[in-house]
């Protein structure tokens, strides 16, 4: 059980009505927001991160030891395959001048630097399950005195590898770019209990749901936004259930309930 406060929340994603892929209309304020330097070695995964961290959160003034959780299934694949398709159409050798911190989990890094973190820096792929695993290691960071702020981001912005990928799973459940961030605090406000035992329901279908209600986006993103903005609504005694299942019964289940309201937050709240 861990014990938090939930500052802020917000979604950039694609509309459910329009075509799976990247984002066609990216935040028209993106290049002001996150500047121009060295954009030649970021995708628009790295960028919209960079873009959340600092466009919905207060700036922070000097460094902080705040941990950064980035839970992708794709993270920064159109990168890569960009390096590989540039070598081979170039007749380069691979190497890191042409990305730096080439992995595909180098959008962590380029947030840590840019919002000057020096707590944990995570990046995580869990499928499915992303969405709850994200949340529990940065309460995890909370509990353990490792940090006293975390901040998640949770989603995937799809290049046409990674889209391609993504349709090679049986499941029926759509692929639209999107990315949210949230910004939990150490507090009282909320109480989070975690349950990773194995779904006992063999009809049950893959993917997340808030409540009863199932999501049908494969991108954690959506869901995790829908969940947070619930509890944020929360009446005192109250509580939102957010569950995401993958293949072989995986599954992780995260049950958030209001214990009191936080005054100096109350209204606070953006999304």
Same mark, same amino acid.
């Given at each position: 059980?861990?014990?938090?406060?939930?500052? =802020? &929340?917000?979604?950039?994603? $694609?509309?459910?009505?329009?075509?799976?892929?990247?984002?066609?209309?990216?935040? @028209? +304020?993106?290049?002001? &927001?996150?500047?121009?330097?060295?954009?030649? !070695? =970021?995708?628009? !995964?790295?960028?919209?991160?960079? #873009?959340?961290?600092?466009?919905?959160?207060?700036?922070?003034?000097? =460094?902080? +030891?705040?941990? &950064?959780?980035?839970?992708?299934?794709?993270?920064?694949?159109?990168?890569?395959?960009?390096? $590989?398709?540039?070598?081979?159409?170039? %007749?380069?050798? *691979?190497?890191?001048?042409? !990305?730096? /911190?080439?992995?595909?989990? @180098?959008?962590?890094?380029?947030? /840590?630097? %840019?919002?000057?973190?020096?707590?944990?820096?995570?990046?995580?792929?869990?499928?499915?399950?992303?969405?709850?695993?994200?949340?529990?290691?940065?309460?995890?960071?909370?509990?353990?005195?490792?940090?006293?702020?975390?901040?998640? *981001?949770?989603?995937?912005? #799809?290049?046409?590898?990674?889209?391609?990928?993504?349709?090679?799973?049986?499941?029926?459940?759509?692929?639209?770019?999107?990315?949210?961030?949230?910004?939990?605090?150490?507090?009282?406000?909320?109480?989070?209990?975690?349950?990773?035992?194995?779904?006992?329901?063999?009809?049950?279908?893959? %993917?997340?749901?808030?409540?009863?209600?199932?999501?049908?986006?494969?991108?954690?993103?959506?869901?995790?936004?829908?969940?947070?903005?619930?509890? $944020?609504?929360?009446?005192?005694?109250?509580?939102?259930?957010?569950?995401?299942?993958?293949?072989?019964?995986?599954?992780?289940?995260?049950?958030?309930?209001? $214990?009191?309201?936080?005054?100096?937050? /109350?209204?606070?709240?953006?999304?």
């Amino acid at each position: 059980m861990f014990e938090f406060s939930l500052r =802020r &929340v917000a979604l950039c994603g $694609q509309q459910p009505e329009e075509e799976p892929g990247e984002l066609a209309d990216p935040p @028209s +304020d993106l290049a002001a &927001v996150i500047g121009a330097t060295g954009d030649q !070695f =970021r995708d628009s !995964f790295t960028r919209l991160c960079l #873009y959340l961290a600092h466009s919905h959160d207060d700036a922070p003034q000097a =460094r902080t +030891d705040d941990t &950064v959780v980035i839970g992708t299934e794709y993270g920064n694949t159109e990168a890569l395959a960009r390096l $590989q398709l540039d070598a081979e159409s170039e %007749g380069r050798m *691979l190497s890191a001048k042409r !990305f730096p /911190n080439a992995t595909s989990s @180098s959008a962590s890094a380029f947030v /840590n630097i %840019g919002i000057g973190a020096t707590g944990r820096n995570l990046t995580l792929n869990a499928g499915l399950l992303t969405p709850v695993i994200a949340i529990w290691q940065a309460l995890f960071a909370l509990a353990s005195g490792r940090s006293s702020t975390s901040k998640v *981001l949770v989603g995937d912005v #799809y290049s046409a590898e990674a889209l391609l990928d993504a349709r090679r799973e049986s499941h029926d459940l759509r692929c639209r770019s999107g990315l949210t961030h949230a910004t939990f605090v150490r507090g009282g406000e909320f109480r989070a209990e975690f349950d990773f035992t194995a779904d006992r329901d063999p009809a049950a279908a893959p %993917g997340g749901q808030v409540g009863p209600h199932r999501s049908r986006d494969r991108n954690g993103a959506f869901v995790t936004a829908e969940f947070l903005h619930l509890a $944020q609504t929360l009446e005192v005694g109250e509580r939102a259930v957010l569950t995401c299942r993958g293949p072989l019964a995986r599954r992780g289940a995260l049950t958030v309930t209001r $214990q009191h309201v936080d005054a100096a937050r /109350n209204g606070g709240h953006g999304g």
